[in-house]
């Protein structure tokens, strides 16, 4: 797996920087956040799911 240092790191933010504009850099993070929270919440939702989805299925099972 590649290391990052912080020349790699500056390097990167200048090509976002020139890539997106300055100006469009918050609302990146803004969406890039907002996709994360989703896919946390989507996940812990999943795993709640899996026992509830087990008991409907043998439920269909036995009629």
Do not use: D, W
Not at 11 to 16: D, G, Q, R, S
Not at 34 to 53: G, L, V
């Amino acid at each position: 797996m590649p290391n990052f240092g912080v020349p790699e790191l500056l390097i990167l933010l200048l090509i976002v920087v020139i890539f997106f504009g300055v100006g469009r850099l918050p609302e990146l993070g803004g969406a890039i956040g907002k996709s994360i929270r989703e896919f946390r919440q989507a996940m812990s939702e999943e795993k709640t799911e899996e026992p509830k989805a087990l008991s409907g299925s043998e439920e269909g099972k036995s009629e």
